[in-house]
Nanobody
């Protein structure tokens, strides 16, 4: 089974930075697309960033230029570097995985099959 465990969340002041990690097991980084999503109570889950098998990336407009998704395939860890954090970035951040073909980034949450428990990010 694919298992995803997030870490790195916390509380930070406006303008600060955090790096989230998603440790994955039971999958192949050469056949799975990965994504980061966030959820705020009362709102729908929002896609933040995704990375494909070949390393191509995609971002939500709200985080472009501030967040960076990357992957260490040797360690099976996907990172989300978050800079210039704003209060509206507050939420529970989850990573997700799905088997995918080369050349794509999976953006829609309902296409992902495996999810971590999430880590809280609070910006004030």
């Amino acid at each position: 089974d694919v298992q995803l465990v997030e870490s790195g969340g916390g509380s930070v002041q406006t303008g600060g930075s955090l790096r989230l990690s998603c440790a994955a097991s039971g999958y192949s980084s050469n056949t799975f697309c990965m994504g980061w999503f966030r959820r705020v109570p009362g709102l729908e889950r929002e896609g933040v960033a995704g990375i494909g098998i070949d390393g191509r990336t995609a971002y939500a407009d709200s985080v472009k230029g501030r967040f960076t998704i990357s992957q260490d395939k040797a360690k099976s860890i996907v990172y989300l570097q978050m800079n210039s954090l704003q209060p509206e970035d507050t939420g529970v951040y989850s990573c997700a995985a799905v088997s995918c073909p080369r050349g794509v980034v999976v953006a829609a949450a309902d296409q992902y099959e495996h999810w971590g428990q999430g880590t809280q990010v609070t910006v004030s």
